[in-house]
């Protein structure tokens, strides 16, 4: 694509291969009055991507609610702050990882779960707890194996060297992945509010620290591939993976944190995407001040490393950091007794530009506005496609003799089966908080030295938002709302990661416009804010995009850690009840997709105030100890989400509830619906509770046993059922 | 009690075991920085879990050789109580005061559970306590290998701590979650004042971890 108007010194080529549009070069030029040389090129390619500029995005994430009475920092940050009261705050942020995963998945999941406890201890805070959430192509797909085994012995690898539990996730498997895969990882950490640190550079003079790891070549331009698609030959794109050293920034994270408890730190930022770049920038932007470095100063793992190399690096490991100058030496000492490196490489000034120094001669002078306010911002195109149509679904098409059977095959699906082998991997304990480990609706960790908690879910469902954006952006929300609701603690904040294909497509922007409308609806009707997030676009191959999947990491407090509850059945004799109504909605559900092999019938709709009434109840009942285990119902409805309770608490329940539509009942994906085991003595409170709620509560059985039956349909033992639960995701790896 | 957690580059449950020996005697145990070279008159000296040096090398090669690590081996010999967990157990074998080897897991694979282990010499100061107990493990390379000679020396000598178990206390194959030989989960030295165990005991002691059962080996040291 040659243009024969090209006027410029500069080669069109180079231009292209920086991922920059014609016209965006002449934004570049127009702004500094001059073409930029090759290393101001690579800055502004560094800072113009799609991953760091968020140019598609912008003007619809500005949409979505941030704020609320519990946010102490909203989007803009490294992470998200939210109050937990007693001065303790909450840090958080989800991030993908999903092309370098692709390419090599160890390292490119790794460096993903480094990159984001970086974001939440640059903050301040000592992270807690991290999740994921991972999509793979579909299980029989050659690659699956591989990417699926490489992806988590990455989460592993470096989470559980760094002693940081992973305590949560989620994961689907779907054809839209086969070439695609989604990496998203999630970490919580936990701070004083009063001690909260932030990336605004400030103090003319004051001294511009570099810590961490040396500088190698790795990772060259991996923003930039980040935000484009992939094709067949992007196997070569192998080398612009990082590498991880979990070691060291489990010194570097220690050293961070003994340095923030001295009053020593004007400004930090992590060295994440576009390395130096956007770290320098970011700091200067923020502070509206100007940066001078002098690169010649950089520590290096590599040697005759050049400007444009040690600007575009993307080696893990690093920050930086203004310091007030007075503190230099005892910061110097502090990182020397961790063995890391510690070099002051510039100054702050006030040119409000960044100047970089290599060998005494100047390699750039850029006006930071450029680069920030003037990037580009783009209002794409944008198509509404109409949702798939809800197909109404009759008794009569259906074998009720079949239910059981068609139970234990949808449990040992991969993506209903238990996730065992995924979170053994993980260290899911260390830290020695962890209340409710993986397994359950939420996990819950412990606020060290506190009898209170967070409740941490992550989930999305892609399949939903594919056939109905609007109403799958609300769902991806709604659903970690009632995972932590379920688990006994109060929602309060959410992270997002988008996860969509090429924005240029209409038909794409359509799915991202109507997602974050989605998302919006439910956050403001829940008053569940979004505090920090992360746009992955490009997520295409050959041409074809994933399904859409804004992943959504919810958080929430557990003022009391005796009112957790998990989803296991505890005694014999308790009532299970169902809160909220089955209408028999089957359309894209698991029934239909495992059972029948179809994608049809349409998204299930959330009635808002619904879901707010529904989860207020299950709420307070918790709060009244009036329930003895929650579990929400979700993908495959009530006899999955049973037979979950069952299989975790080794009990057994006689169903009694009579239907004249069994498999409407049983595998319906309606709304707003959870299941509560409450024992004989609380049963009459409940129902009181429920009414003058206006809440709709039915008794679906007596627990007991060692077998789900239901009458006029059959039994299974609950063994049976473990046995299947858990193959589904095992038989892959093998 | 006087007790010392070392602290590695890389430890990661350091902290973990000096809160549950804190909640359990009430003392504070004092961190102990691997550059430093001698520790003072201690009660117990626990090497913690975690990853010493990113483990890159083979696990715990690179911690047995810090400094702090001739003060260890010099006041184990002398008779303190010494007490490795996970790593601390690998550290512990890299520096000479147990026998054998741990080896990767026969899965290949990292392992976080629970398990359950029965004290097989219940007159050690750390396992008189303990019968059939539940913990988690968390680790890569907890395969327990001897030779035979090894193997030989530590039966004869009654060295074996703890061996993986099912609920009944029955030692077979399907409880054994790593490969490790006769299902040992943790060793003691000839003298019997130090123990190298895969299992974390600061993981079950604590009524929020659901299990309490790992404080029997604290308790144990205590009394």
Not at chain 1, 319 to 338: G, T
Request: proline share 4%; hydrophobic share 35%; aromatic share 6%.
């Amino acid at each position: 694509m040659t243009n024969h108007n090209w006027q410029f010194q500069t080669e069109q080529s180079l231009v292209e291969n920086h991922g920059l549009k014609l016209d965006e070069f002449e934004k570049i030029v127009e702004g500094l009055g001059r073409e930029p040389n090759l290393t101001e090129l690579g800055i502004f390619s560094a800072m113009w991507n799609e991953h760091c500029s968020y140019k598609s995005s912008k003007f619809w994430l500005k949409k979505l609610p941030t704020s609320g009475e519990r946010v102490v920092q909203g989007p803009g940050e490294n992470a998200g702050v939210i109050d937990i009261d007693d001065g303790d705050v909450a840090v958080f942020k989800m991030e993908s990882h999903n092309h370098p995963s692709f390419l090599e998945p160890y390292q490119g999941a790794a460096t993903g779960v480094g990159g984001i406890l970086r974001d939440v201890f640059t903050m301040g805070a000592r992270p807690v707890a991290n999740l994921n959430a991972l999509r793979f192509g579909e299980p029989e797909h050659p690659k699956t194996k591989h990417l699926l085994s490489g992806v988590v012995s990455g989460i592993g690898g470096y989470g559980n060297c760094i002693g940081v539990p992973t305590v949560g996730g989620e994961v689907n498997f779907h054809p839209s992945y086969n070439g695609n895969i989604l990496v998203n990882a999630m970490t919580v950490g936990i701070a004083k509010k009063d001690k909260i640190f932030y990336s605004a550079a400030a103090g003319i003079g004051n001294p511009v620290v570099y810590v961490g790891s040396k500088t190698g070549r790795d990772g060259i331009h991996g923003a930039t591939m980040a935000s484009a698609e992939f094709d067949d030959d992007s196997e070569e794109k192998k080398p612009t993976v990082q590498v991880g050293d979990p070691f060291t920034e489990k010194l570097l994270l220690e050293a961070c944190l003994e340095l923030m408890k001295e009053e020593a730190i004007i400004a930090i930022q992590d060295m994440g995407a576009a390395g130096l770049t956007s770290s320098s920038i970011e700091m200067a932007s923020k502070g509206d001040v100007g940066l001078e470095i002098d690169l010649s100063k950089v520590p290096m793992r590599a040697q005759n490393m050049s400007a444009y190399e040690l600007m575009l690096s993307e080696s893990q490991e690093r920050m930086l950091m203004v310091l007030d100058p007075s503190k230099e030496e005892m910061a110097r000492d502090i990182f020397k007794k961790w063995d890391l490196e510690f070099e002051v490489i510039g100054k702050v000034t006030d040119t409000k530009r960044l100047i970089l120094i290599m060998n005494g001669k100047e390699e750039a002078s850029i006006p930071i506005n450029i680069l920030v306010e003037d990037a580009p911002e783009y209002q794409r195109d944008y198509i509404v496609e109409e949702p798939s149509p809800i197909k109404e679904y009759k008794s009569e098409d259906f074998d009720q003799n079949n239910i059981l059977k068609d139970l234990n095959t949808m449990i040992m699906h991969p993506d209903l089966s238990s996730r065992k082998w995924i979170w053994e991997q993980y260290d899911h304990m260390v830290m020695a908080d962890t209340v409710v480990r993986p397994g359950s609706d939420a996990a819950v960790v412990r606020v060290h030295g506190t009898n209170k908690g967070l409740a941490m879910s992550t989930d999305c469902s892609p399949v939903y938002c594919k056939h109905n954006p609007y109403e799958g952006g609300k769902h991806a929300v709604v659903e970690t709302w009632r995972n932590i609701i379920a688990s006994g603690a109060l929602p309060i904040a959410i992270t997002d990661c988008m996860n969509f294909g090429n924005p240029e497509k209409p038909e794409i922007m359509g799915q991202f416009v109507e997602c974050i409308r989605g998302m919006g609806d439910a956050c403001s009707k829940l008053n569940y804010p979004v505090v920090s997030g992360n746009v992955s676009l490009y997520n295409e191959t050959n041409g074809e995009g994933i399904y859409p999947t804004p992943a959504i990491g919810g958080v929430g407090l557990i003022k009391d850690l005796s009112n957790v509850k998990t989803l296991s059945l505890k005694e014999d004799g308790n009532f299970l009840c169902v809160v909220g109504k089955t209408a028999n909605h089957l359309g894209s559900s698991k029934y239909i997709s495992i059972i029948q092999s179809k994608e049809e019938g349409g998204t299930p709709e959330i009635n808002l105030d619904t879901e707010l009434r529904n989860g207020n109840f299950v709420m307070d009942a918790i709060n009244q100890k009036l329930i003895a285990s929650a579990h929400d119902v979700g993908e495959g409805g009530i006899l999955v989400a049973i037979s979950e309770m069952c299989m975790s608490g080794n009990l057994g329940i006689i169903i009694e509830i009579e239907t004249n539509f069994p498999h409407g009942y049983f595998f319906a994906e309606d709304q707003s619906r959870y299941l509560i085991e409450v024992s004989p003595n609380n049963y009459d409170e409940c129902q009181k509770l429920s009414n003058n709620n206006d809440v709709h509560f039915e008794k679906i059985g007596i627990v007991g046993g060692d077998k789900i039956s239901i009458k006029n349909i059959g039994d299974q033992h609950i063994s049976a059922l473990k046995r299947s639960f858990e193959t589904g995701i095992k038989q892959i790896s093998q | 009690m006087k007790s010392h957690v070392i602290v590695f580059p890389g430890s990661n449950c350091d902290r973990d075991v000096a809160v549950a020996i804190k909640n359990i005697s009430g003392d504070q145990p004092q961190m102990v920085w691997h550059k430093e070279t001698s520790i003072s008159q201690s009660d117990l000296i626990v090497v913690p879990g975690g990853f010493s040096y990113g483990d890159y090398l083979r696990c715990g090669a690179m911690a047995s050789t810090s400094p702090i690590m001739q003060d260890v081996v010099k006041k184990a010999k002398e008779g303190v109580p010494v007490l490795g967990i996970c790593n601390g157990f690998q550290i512990l074998i890299e520096s000479g005061l147990l026998d054998g080897a741990l080896m990767r897991n026969n899965s290949l694979s990292f392992i976080c559970r629970d398990i359950l282990i029965k004290s097989k010499n219940q007159s050690s100061v750390f396992t008189k306590k303990t019968q059939v107990a539940k913990m988690p493990i968390a680790h890569n390379e907890g395969n327990f290998f001897a030779t035979s000679e090894q193997l030989k020396r530590i039966q004869d000598d009654d060295q074996i701590a703890f061996q993986y178990c099912d609920e009944n206390g029955n030692v077979g194959c399907q409880s054994n979650p790593n490969g490790s030989l006769e299902n040992i989960a943790g060793i003691l030295n000839k003298n019997k004042n130090v123990l190298g165990m895969m299992p974390h005991p600061e993981r079950a002691a604590d009524l929020a971890h659901g299990c309490e059962d790992g404080k029997t080996i604290f308790e144990s040291i205590l009394n």
